[in-house]
């Protein structure tokens, strides 16, 4: 079987061989075959019993006697629930997607390998705690458990795929951390690729006015140190091959919004805080709701990646938290000059230095394996690219080395990535810390092995006190890592991060308010570089907004706010679309429908309203229109980032040389350009949807499909129920509650992957949803059954008293010691 998304005739083979042999019968998509809910079950390695509360969504709320059982029943339970989805986050992290999918996927395994994850994995596990290592086998003992059940039918996809789950290890845990690493940090690599390609192109002086946070000229690369056109393209070809793996949801963190209010703020006078993290919309879900009780020594509940047994973001009985990306830059590319009479050598200082070979075996699809050897300067992996020899073929090669047939290039210069994921942290302690936090101090001593994974922490507990503590490691480098660095010379190596004491931190603000939207957390006197991928504030910017009243805010007050839809960036750039009342009657029938639509519009980009889709169209050609003349082919680079950068310093600060189309005689004025994108964004509106106005409806044209990792191959996703229904949905990516595309049109795959509200003043009113289901089995009662709440911006109660978890419990199951007869 080929990648999901296609099917060549070999894969269609396996499944009909499949379903002939009976492997994979009808009865079993209902899914309750792998899951045990209710009832009484064993559990070989227990200590003592562990009692588990299933509510009406699924989720489990599991109590233990002891650190050992608890990790272990955890471990137990999401292998019941996530097996397979654990098995292809494992394989992401580990590069052994090939083994699943074929030949197709080998380049993306090989630039897993660069990441060098396992490694890292295992070197920290050298010196974790015993104790946290005792959590974590606990958790892999219940995995496996699961596993080895004699006669357990496993999930479908182990059978559609025909292969069986290898035993889960603690190094699998920490790998999966490792993963959630590089999704953060990827952009800046594509982004540093096509900068210098920017710069090439527009020189330095005109090429910084489209880069971010770029405030100052920097020594990139010696003048005879070329770095091809034919590099850069090769490179990017090998980095985004692994983008092909994000895409199946396993880990692509993409942005996020976070905020408190202080206990004056808030009705019950305690904190507030809200959460949500935006990421791949996929079924199965990517995080999965537990609550974990040990009494007297641990209470927390919120969200884990299944495969790892911490709560990553959630509250305990004493403090709230989560996450937003911080928007570190913890990726720089180095040019490297290599030696032409020696191959395996670069240039540092002077010297020639030996380039490190680390053979890697990939195994493919069908029995077949190769060896490929990757390269690494101290920096870490060269990634110039690799390149196929052909169909059929298992010979590749990386471009300025030819590990299979001897030493032979056509460059002088390779590049390589120094990244951060690359040193010791410790995220996992971090986790295990923070779920039993009693305090402020607690806190601020977990993050402190937070390093690889940056993030916005938001903050607020019971003793009343807020916060935002900015956590991961910033490099401290020579400049910034915005451009490909001179690699000839160690000067713009890092030297170590920033101490944890300097990291920006708010604590208990005057105003008692605090939030973050993936936007710019300090001023521009903070002494060190953290990055330039900060989103524009248009979302901080509505939160402000949503926050500003002086009243005393509720949980349906922040219930409101997670879900809000109006358009900050809509209310900037629409007085300017209005402007061509001017022109109305050079107008054409469909844009002076358009046109009246925009005129009574308050910035919802609500589904039954035919504005957004107009000016969703119009602000897609706007882009294109102010920057394609003098870009040209570089402009299908450019990032959303870029663009949005642009516009919003463009609507804020006025117009500038960028606006003027230079392909023309004419000097255009930010007038025309608006009424040329206006044109072309309604001609391509009619031309897709139609001229009926009734047919322009956003949710007609915005719709959300939950799709599984299989479910793209039409016969699967019918068979076995994997994917959801075809949903209108509101919003974009410049609005509170977020809904869009990382490709084009309008078919939403990015959003918030669960929406999260937490009452510090009385546990049991926090609130959260998440868009699919508790279970990963498809065909499971608990599959995709929050998918409706989700859409329609409702909630579920987070219980958290034991009171109130055993009266609302829909399913017990006591898990007990030993080997009894089993509830498959």
Request: hydrophobic letters at 35%; glycine letters at 8%; aromatic letters at 10%.
């Amino acid at each position: 079987m080929k990648a999901p998304g296609k099917i060549g005739f070999s894969g269609l083979l396996v499944i009909i061989a499949a379903l002939a042999s009976g492997s994979l019968i009808l009865s079993d998509r209902s899914g309750k075959t792998s899951t045990e809910y209710d009832g009484v079950t064993f559990l070989e390695g227990l200590n003592d019993s562990v009692t588990v509360y299933r509510d009406e969504r699924g989720m489990p709320h599991i109590y233990a006697s002891n650190d050992h059982d608890m990790y272990m029943a955890v471990g137990y339970i999401s292998a019941g629930e996530r097996l397979w989805q654990m098995d292809l986050i494992r394989r992401s992290a580990t590069g052994r997607m090939s083994e699943l999918f074929g030949k197709s996927y080998i380049q993306a395994d090989i630039f897993s390998r660069c990441l060098q994850i396992t490694e890292k994995s295992r070197q920290i596990l050298k010196t974790e705690d015993p104790e946290i290592i005792a959590c974590l086998q606990a958790y892999a003992d219940g995995v496996n458990e699961y596993i080895n059940t004699p006669g357990r039918k496993l999930p479908v996809e182990f059978r559609i795929l025909s292969y069986k789950p290898e035993p889960w290890r603690l190094e699998d845990i920490m790998c999966i951390i490792g993963l959630m690493g590089w999704s953060l940090d990827s952009r800046n690599l594509a982004d540093g690729l096509f900068y210098y390609q920017l710069v090439s192109k527009l020189g330095v002086e005109k090429a910084a006015d489209l880069i971010p946070e770029w405030k100052e000229i920097e020594d990139i690369t010696p003048p005879d140190l070329r770095i091809d056109e034919s590099l850069i393209h090769r490179t990017r070809s090998f980095v985004s091959s692994f983008e092909r793996v994000l895409k199946l949801g396993v880990v692509p963190f993409s942005g996020s919004n976070n905020w408190a209010v202080a206990g004056d703020r808030t009705e019950s006078g305690k904190p507030l805080v809200s959460n949500d993290m935006h990421l791949s919309l996929n079924l199965p879900c990517i995080w999965m709701q537990v609550h974990q009780v040990i009494p007297g020594k641990l209470n927390v509940t919120g969200v884990l990646i299944p495969g790892m047994p911490f709560i990553v973001a959630g509250h305990n009985e004493k403090i709230a938290w989560g996450l937003t990306n911080f928007r570190v830059d913890g990726i720089d590319l180095f040019a490297e000059r290599i030696n032409p009479e020696n191959r395996k050598s670069y240039l540092l200082n002077g010297e020639w230095k030996d380039i490190v070979i680390k053979p890697e075996i990939i195994k493919v699809r069908g029995g077949k394996h190769d060896t490929i050897n990757v390269s690494f300067t101290h920096r870490g992996p060269i990634i110039s690219g690799l390149l196929d020899f052909g169909p059929g073929s298992m010979k590749y090669k990386w471009l300025g080395y030819d590990y299979l047939s001897g030493l032979k290039s056509f460059e002088n210069v390779s590049l390589s990535m120094k990244w951060s994921g690359y040193d010791i942290s410790d995220e996992a302690r971090s986790m295990y810390l923070l779920n039993r936090a009693a305090g402020w101090d607690d806190f601020r001593s977990a993050l402190r092995s937070f390093i690889s994974i940056s993030q916005n922490f938001i903050y607020a507990d019971t003793d009343g006190n807020i916060a935002l503590h900015g956590a991961g490691g910033i490099p401290v480098r020579k400049g910034n890592g915005i451009m490909i660095r001179n690699g000839e010379t160690d000067a713009y190596d890092w030297k170590g991060y920033v101490p944890f004491e300097k990291l920006p931190v708010v604590l208990n603000p005057e105003n008692g308010r605090l939030s973050s939207a993936n936007n710019k957390t300090v001023g521009d006197d903070y002494p060190y570089f953290i990055g330039h991928s900060f989103d524009v504030p248009y979302r901080k910017n509505r939160i402000e907004q949503l926050l500003e009243p002086d009243e005393k805010f509720s949980t349906d007050d922040f219930k409101r706010m997670i879900n809000d839809q109006q358009s900050y960036l809509a209310a900037l750039l629409t007085p300017h679309i209005l402007r061509l009342t001017r022109w109305s009657e050079s107008l054409t029938i469909p844009e002076k429908v358009a046109l009246d639509a925009l005129a009574g519009w308050d910035y919802d980009m609500n589904t039954a309203l035919t504005a957004p889709t107009v000016f969703e169209f119009f602000r897609v050609r706007f882009k294109k229109n102010l920057l394609s003349d003098e870009l040209g082919d570089l402009n299908d680079r450019l990032s959303d980032l870029t663009t949005e950068s642009y516009v919003y310093r463009l609507l804020t600060g006025g117009p500038d040389q960028w606006v003027d189309n230079v392909n023309t005689p004419v000097v255009e004025t930010l007038d025309d350009i608006v009424l040329q994108s206006f044109e072309d964004g309604v001609g391509e509106l009619t031309k897709q949807l139609g001229k009926n106005p009734e047919k322009w409806k956003w949710g007609r044209v915005h719709t959300i499909t939950l799709v599984h990792p299989l479910g793209t191959v039409k016969l699967l996703g019918s068979l076995f129920n994997l994917n959801s229904d075809k949903y209108p949905i509101g919003g974009s990516d410049h609005t509170v509650s977020p809904y869009y595309s990382l490709g084009t049109g309008f078919n939403a795959n990015i959003g918030a992957s669960v929406k999260h509200i937490y009452n510090t003043g009385d546990w049991d009113d926090s609130w959260s949803v998440i868009p699919g289901g508790s279970s990963g089995v498809p065909g499971s009662e608990f599959y995709s059954s929050q998918v409706k709440t989700y859409l329609e911006g409702n909630f579920y109660r987070d219980l958290f008293t034991e009171n109130a978890v055993r009266s609302s419990a829909k399913y017990t199951l006591v898990i007990k010691p030993g080997t009894g007869p089993r509830l498959d």
